[in-house]
């Protein structure tokens, strides 16, 4: 086999990719603790949006398994996303356990959720996998809105940071602002993510579901157990999401029916697409961009005194245009 | 016994609508082959042109109907011409079509969005309010208002009318064929890129309808299409991919499992139930109730 050309930024290596990564987060972090004055050299939006770009980077990953590995097109991750994030707001709520703890349940959650999804997948294939993803996610939405003890509409308020050894996440010392915490965990997942990732579709099983994206029927004619692979995907790919779900209801204190939406469905697929299917940089690069081009958008629609938000508009051009003209997104690799 | 019939009667008006719309994605998706994630917004345009030829210009309900149904159409060859053909040209329509079809659908929706205003919009009243007894269950009336009555006689002709289209002209008999072998109907000597537009036309029309007729009943919003095309698509798969009874049948169902839901079990799930029976069509008979099998080849 040639060698390819690096999977991460810029042709580095994945160590130096690593490496640089982590002094960049670093610095990000912690330089307003060195620099004296009472404004933070980086202002606290700032961190903000690296936060939810963190998290949506993480769902990203997690999304590559299904629409970018396997190939499908999933229109219902939010259902994943959704599922942590109100399993994380009900158990520390009303419950009151333990953050950390309801991770995993809130994974569980998402493994069992996915494996209807894995088993509708035997019956039907392409396009129709799409609406039933959307409808699955669709009809947990209703149920969540009708239950009133997820606080239907309004959604679970009041979701507290969690502590780490008794010290609260967003208070820690040393780290200038309260988003500091989240930003190196949520790093720390991400780079785990990546590395997991990497070695995931390096392997025997990579190779596997390679062949299954590529041609079923064939993959299935050498013997490859492409129904099995295709449930482990799924539940990995539902898994990730159900992560980062936990970790925005934690960060945005809440939990609400607008996390299992199909605008964020459809928000998590494409930006995968748009920063690049089966590229692990892309899939980190396309979070960011669906968090920081609205706010860019924001502040322009702010400056024009634009009735309306920009954004989804371009959203949409921008989708149109790079299905024409790049359609293996920012990152990803012709096939 | 009254009431569940009284609840089925209700239905059928919505359940029309969506048959409407479900048509129109059926024809696209057998011609064309993909899921036109932009019917809804089409539909949403249709109720859009509605509303302003019957509040401004004071139109009344036939030629304002007629009028958005030929506005539906262009902007459903518009879309075509501006989002597929260039993808069809380069031979990546399979792969990038729908994805292709999400953006379209978020920029048309969102720039209605900025050019409506999200408010939600209300039809004036093109007819009398009557209410027409169609029958009588013991001592209990049975009753339609004469708006749906309208609605449902309205979207069975449009039907009707589609059928002849499909089974006596050129045209649509050629569009059966598309749907079935598009690359051999192209060896006969059939202008492929014709029919295509033909069929956007076609289906534009019929979502502009459905779009009017909802305007109609209910309040209209720039984000109306994305729940109502997914209803539509929920019909079509019931009915069977690729069949204009089938669409109707499936439509009707589904406009009636609503009404009862939202009579009998909550409201709340009323837009839930399309989903749930579209999931269980597709598990239990993929083809519908009247579609044809998609084979698989190696």
């Known amino acids: ?335 | 016994m009254a009431v569940v019939i009284q609840q089925i009667i209700n239905g059928l008006a919505t359940g029309g609508i969506y048959a409407l719309i479900a048509i129109g994605w059926t024809t696209v998706f057998g011609i064309v082959g993909i899921i036109n994630w932009t019917h809804g917004e089409v539909y949403m345009l249709g109720a859009y042109t509605g509303f302003f030829l019957t509040t401004f210009a004071h139109m009344s309900l036939l030629p304002a109907l007629l009028i958005s149904m030929a506005v539906g159409a262009v902007a459903a060859m518009l879309l075509d011409q501006f989002g597929y053909v260039p993808l069809r040209k380069k031979g990546t329509l399979a792969k990038s079509g729908f994805i292709t079809a999400l953006g379209l659908s978020t920029l048309v929706r969102y720039s209605a969005n900025a050019a409506f205003s999200a408010d939600p919009r209300v039809y004036p009243q093109l007819m009398d309010y009557k209410l027409v007894t169609l029958f009588r269950i013991g001592d209990t009336d049975i009753t339609m208002s004469s708006i749906h009555l309208s609605i449902l006689v309205g979207s069975l002709i449009i039907m009707a009318v589609l059928q002849l289209f499909f089974t006596k002209t050129l045209v649509g008999k050629a569009m059966m064929a598309g749907s079935q072998d598009m690359q051999t109907l192209g060896l006969m000597g059939a202008d492929s890129e014709m029919l295509i537009k033909v069929t956007f036309a076609i289906s534009g029309a019929l979502g502009a309808a459905a779009g009017f007729f909802m305007g109609t009943l209910y309040t209209i919003f720039p984000t109306m299409g994305a729940l109502a095309g997914l209803k539509g698509w929920a019909c079509a798969i019931l009915g069977g991919i690729g069949s204009i009874t089938g669409s109707l049948v499936g439509g009707l169902l589904i406009g009636i499992a609503e009404n009862i839901t939202s009579g009998l079990i909550s409201t709340g799930y009323k837009d839930a139930i399309s989903f749930a029976i579209m999931i269980l069509v597709l598990l239990i008979k993929p083809t519908g109730l009247m579609g044809y099998t998609f084979e698989e080849k190696v």
């Open chain 1, 1 to 335: 086999m040639t060698k390819k050309k690096s999977e991460w930024f810029f042709g580095l290596s994945g160590k130096a990719t690593f490496l640089i990564s982590l002094v960049l987060v670093l610095v990000f972090c912690l330089l307003d603790q060195f620099v004296p004055g009472k404004t933070p050299v980086i202002p606290n939006f700032v961190k903000y949006i690296a936060v939810n770009g963190l998290i949506y980077a993480v769902a990203s990953l997690g999304i590559n398994f299904y629409s970018g590995y396997l190939g499908e097109t999933s229109l219902g991750h939010a259902a994943f996303y959704g599922l942590g994030a109100y399993f994380t707001g009900y158990l520390t709520t009303a419950m009151g356990v333990n953050f950390w703890l309801t991770i995993p349940l809130g994974m569980l959650a998402a493994a069992a959720a996915s494996v209807p999804v894995a088993l509708a997948g035997r019956r039907v294939k392409g396009s129709f996998m799409v609406v039933i993803t959307y409808a699955f996610c669709e009809i947990l939405r209703y149920i969540v809105i009708n239950t009133d003890e997820l606080g239907g509409t309004a959604g679970i308020p009041g979701i507290q940071a969690p502590t780490i050894l008794g010290v609260k996440i967003t208070k820690i010392p040393f780290l200038p602002s309260n988003k500091d915490g989240y930003i190196l965990i949520l790093y720390a997942i991400v780079v785990f993510l990546s590395y997991f990732t990497w070695r995931f579709v390096h392997s025997r099983e990579g190779y596997a579901v390679q062949a299954i994206r590529q041609d079923e029927i064939a993959a299935q004619a050498m013997g490859i157990d492409v129904r099995g692979y295709r449930l482990k995907y799924i539940l990995i790919s539902a898994v990730i999401c159900s992560v980062a779900g936990s970790f925005y209801a934690v960060f945005a204190n809440l939990a609400d029916p607008t996390m299992l939406s199909a605008t964020l469905s459809i928000s998590i697929f494409t930006m995968l697409v748009v920063g690049g299917r089966r590229s692990i940089p892309g899939a980190i690069l396309g979070g960011f961009i669906v968090v920081i081009l609205p706010e860019l958008l924001r502040g322009v629609q702010g400056i024009l005194g634009l009735p309306f938000d920009p954004w989804y508009i371009l959203y949409g051009l921008m989708l149109i245009l790079i299905m024409r003209f790049r359609p293996e997104g920012i990152m990803g690799e012709k096939e």
